[in-house]
């Protein structure tokens, strides 16, 4: 299986503004750095996420820690689940990328089918989660 391995991290406002791409590590004074091709950067070290592999419906690659949109699983209301969007942010469990939200977790997996559209991040976009309790 081939799998681009990436991560993405925000730059610490000392140093820039932004999200890098790259491996991370931690340098000798504690810093988490990105490393690219061709330079390093420091970023927070709570905002680093894996690349799961899988793209969004308009071609955005989806991250740990997004927050996605999707009809796959229809949306709880009250005791019904109905045909609607819900949203659900990107976590990582040992050997997996789910998708959770206040209610309810699934595996996140390309079935060939499924639409998921990235529509924000935990770490830029928290008011996205207005009513979830994740």
């Known amino acids: 299986m081939n799998r681009e391995i990436l991560f993405r991290g925000k730059r610490d406002p000392k140093y820039g503004t932004g999200w890098c791409y790259g491996?991370?590590?931690?340098?000798?004074?504690?810093?988490?750095?990105?490393?690219?091709?061709?330079?390093?950067?420091?970023?927070?070290e709570k905002?680093?996420?894996?690349?799961t592999g899988l793209y969004d419906k308009n071609g955005?690659?989806?991250?740990?820690?997004?927050?996605?949109?999707t009809k796959k699983y229809g949306k709880i209301v009250g005791h019904s689940n109905v045909n609607d969007y819900d949203i659900f942010v990107v976590e990582y469990e040992p050997a997996l990328f789910r998708?959770?939200?206040?209610?309810?977790?699934?595996n996140l997996v390309d079935d060939g089918y499924s639409k998921f559209e990235v529509i924000g991040n935990i770490h830029d976009n928290p008011e996205l989660l207005k009513g979830d309790s994740l």
Do not use: Q
């Not at 000798?28 to 690219?36: L, M, N, Q, W």
């Not at 905002?47 to 690349?51: A, K």
């Not at 998708?99 to 699934?106: A, I, M, P, V």
């Open 23 to 44: 491996v991370p590590y931690n340098d000798h004074e504690g810093d988490c750095i990105i490393a690219t091709y061709n330079s390093k950067m420091v970023v927070i």
């Open 60 to 69: 955005v690659r989806i991250f740990e820690g997004d927050i996605v949109k």
């Open 99 to 106: 998708l959770k939200n206040h209610s309810r977790g699934f």
């Open 47 to 51: 905002t680093v996420g894996e690349f």
